[in-house]
């Protein structure tokens, strides 16, 4: 059995990194999706392709657009999402896509800091498995295959 | 028809206040529901009921039950859903409300000031409409019942 | 039992009145919902709403943003869509809403006169009824409530 | 990750000729799919299959009936829809076929020359992306793959 | 709490009278619905309000547009269907509607003489309880509100 | 607002009544329902409607399609399940309701003594509270009305 | 693409040889499923598997526990359905089968003797398309696949 | 055709594995899949990932929360659920497996002893098929591959 794996949240470090990582070293049968993790070119993938916008709320839809179309396509086609949540960024489209996938019935890995539990506490509660680091997500996708 | 209207987002001023106001001057057909809206309560709504818990974060889990609880059968008997976002605050468990009634299907309207755009660009995309102003949103429910 | 009714379709003219004077002549226990019938202001409610937009297309994003609000929402308690097209006007929007009332489930009853079958085919065989008047779209919903 | 493309709309010119060619330039790893594209077979499939119809209404029901079983099916198999629109013909069939796609929650890209923007306005607020060009319609299937 | 009942099946007998007797000597909360039940009407209704067809197919496929109309209409509304069988008649649209009801996830109480248990076998195990008399769905019903 | 409760587990003792009472001193908008708690009527039903079946397992089927027949429709008309588990009996139709409603999308509210959370933990898991009496399972519902 | 097709209806003769023989002489990339075509064998299963049973309708019961098991599972990993209809048998379970396919969403051809179309009307007009041979069912599947 | 088969059930004993030696006595094309059978690992599998906690209950949710994560995905990915009950043990969490997959439509084959019968009666009405061995589980699945 193959598992699909869609990476949401913020994509200013290199944290899906860690996960292939540590997935690979496990030699486990995952395949990894995610945002776009060139931070400029999500913000201006709109232009790029539809060309210049009115004004930067215009260009910011027009991003968007393009994002959501790869978020929505991808998850779809994910059978498990893990969300990284960090101490710096709103991450406000990371809390959409950790609960699209809720709501779809996708079950939520949810990564963050022991001290974001605060702010974060409704949507742990919604997670299937709240953990604080990569190393530990990966060992919850390890644990779908091991027999003993 | 009657409309029922799920009132997402931060509990700490008095935002559900203005709306409700609006759609009672425009006589609209409307019954409103939400989160708790005394924040002490629901940070402690989970004691309350279930007792002292062992530390801050099984504090924290047993408040998110009972929120959601409500979030979850509030939301399913509602037709639309309006969330407000403002300065303050990291509002992820409104970004996770906002989202849930998206993937649900329910038409969402986001209120923000206008220079929260880029941060709320993916939430806003996959609003129905996105305004800057409680009387703007409330005019957005007025439309529904307008003939002429 | 009461059954809900969405008038789907072009709003250049006055037909829904058609429809609804030949309900209450058989005194059916129906209530009818549709879009904006104001033309104008079906195209200025972006503009009435959220202001002056930057150009044409961001009006026409504006105001559809409304007119869909007001679709999927009383569509979706609507129990059984009419959908009326006519020689004039390039009528996607009724095609769009009468797609979307035959692949939510909900039975469309599409009026059209018989020079356009043709054009209409696809959409005709997905229909659970096509007819060529109001008058035939009422007696169509009043068999519901017949016994004999 | 192999993405299945329908492309909907018109068959009079080859449009989709030019989207397989871009894609296949870019080598993305798609499939595209699509109603037949004679124009005359489409028009005549029911008699060439169920024999001689009693009128032309019931020829176009015929052959509606396996135009539809066609869309149908290869659209459930689809992970996204591409829509195009034009200046000529009614298109109420790409109209219909493109809001199935919305309302099965499969993305849409829409492409239309600009000036028809107005009477699109609907259709392309529900849309997940809407251009003016191929080109411009790959380069959004394209950005699904790209990882900076 | 009100159920609605919908009463699938041949139209050749009046047993539908019986199960409504039963019901209101009971005095249980129940509506019930179901198909035209004077046959020649139900055989003319294409015809009636779409005029002259044809010939005798396109007559019967006019017909069964608004039986099926009536059928899906209706049964969409109701909480629990009831189909029954007897030795005449092919009944293959009571097959379709019970089918129908099973698949939808509403629950279905088939009523057919024991003699009939080997063609109805299939459905009679998809059904959720199968009797032989009117009198024993009613029970059934009745057992829904019965507390003691 | 109006809640539908459906209150499932074991019918040896009178649990419900007390739940009952403590939203009649509340004063809640709620109405409940639940299995038919007299233990032999409910053992006895399926022979009682249908007569002498060949031997116990055969009665035992005949019973729990009635008993399935009232569970699943009184569930599907509710908007929150409460299960409670005690020290005696096996259960595990208690067990099927509780997880029918976690699955079906409502929440679920368990009632169990402490003692018994590992043999249940997969359960309380999945629940959206868990509560260990009825007064506490009570004090839950009276959240969603309350407003500070 | 690959396209799986179930094929329902009566077992008494070899309708689905012919099926199968003319797509291979197509070469359609077509799999087919469908119910044990071994008459005594579906009759028979139940005590096969399960033992010896109390009376002839306890048989049944069991036997089609295991029909149904085959039938849902195949028919579910089906993406069109093909349900034949003759002159003998009482052919509810046929009837049956088809209108699961119809209300699961999966495409329905409708395979009849042009003098069944009377009681057959309901089903007919439900179906994708309506043909009177195993040659015109392979065609329409065929269509699938051609491109001008 | 390939099936993918979720064995639910307590991990006390070996049953697991007779069914998949019956199955490769039959070369069947099945894939078995199932819950952690080392039932101490099961029992740590919260700790061992996400470190101490703070009460038996705490570990006890944390563990779950691995168990659920797994049950969850890997029954989403199967086609047909086998539930082994047996004497000992409360089993709840086999009701709850058992009882998802009946609601997911996925179906169930239940094995239980025969005297088991009275207290699992709800749930082998609402299972596919029940079985008293393995041997006969496996048969049933056999007999969707077998033509006569």
Redesign the interface.
């Given at each position: 059995?193959h598992?699909?794996v869609y990476l949401a949240g913020q994509i200013h470090d290199d944290w899906r990194t860690e996960i292939k990582q540590e997935a690979e070293k496990k030699k486990l049968p995952l395949?990894f999706?995610g945002p776009?993790?060139?931070h400029d070119?999500s913000d201006n993938?709109g232009e790029?392709?539809?060309g210049k916008q009115?004004?930067?709320?215009?260009k910011?839809?027009a991003?968007?657009?393009?994002?959501?179309?790869?978020?929505?396509?991808?998850m779809?086609?994910s059978?498990?999402v893990i969300a990284k949540?960090g101490e710096s960024?709103?991450?406000?489209?990371s809390?959409?896509?950790?609960?699209?996938a809720?709501?779809?019935?996708k079950?939520l890995?949810l990564i963050r800091p022991?001290n974001l539990?605060?702010?974060?506490?409704?949507?742990?509660?919604?997670a299937?498995?709240t953990?604080e680091t990569a190393e530990?997500a990966v060992?919850?996708l390890a644990?779908?295959f091991?027999?003993?």
């Open positions: 059995m598992i699909n395949s999706f776009m993790e060139n070119r993938i790029e392709i539809l009115a004004d930067p709320i215009a910011d839809e991003a968007s657009q393009l994002n959501n179309l790869r978020t929505r396509l991808l779809e086609k059978d498990v949540f960024y709103k991450q406000w489209n809390a959409m896509d950790a609960s699209a809720v709501t779809l019935g079950p890995i022991k539990h605060h702010p974060l506490k409704e949507l742990s509660e919604r299937q498995v953990v530990q060992k919850c644990y779908l091991e027999t003993d």
